[in-house]
């Protein structure tokens, strides 16, 4: 459940379940892009979402899989927030 929202000129951090989201608007494509780590803290309470996302790119690699190549690591920061 989304709880609070900070608001940022086209950036926003959402809070889901008590964790941060971070997130950017796109104007022109009118649609949000979500820090893909944020989501895999929430959805596999990993402490370490980062190396996760790592290990599960290196897995799917080696099973044979192709990820997208739009999918890539931008470090989103917000105030004094460091990307994970």
Known sequence: ???KN????????VIF??????RIWDE????WYFAVVDIIAILTGSQRPRKYWDDLKRKLKN???QLSD????AAIQFLSQKAP
């Open 28 to 31: 022109e494509k009118e649609k």
């Open 17 to 22: 379940e008590d964790v941060p989201v971070r």
């Open 6 to 13: 900070i608001k940022i000129p086209n950036r926003s951090i």
């Open 70 to 73: 739009k999918i890539r690591f």
């Open 1 to 3: 459940m989304l709880k």
């Open 63 to 65: 099973e044979g899989s």
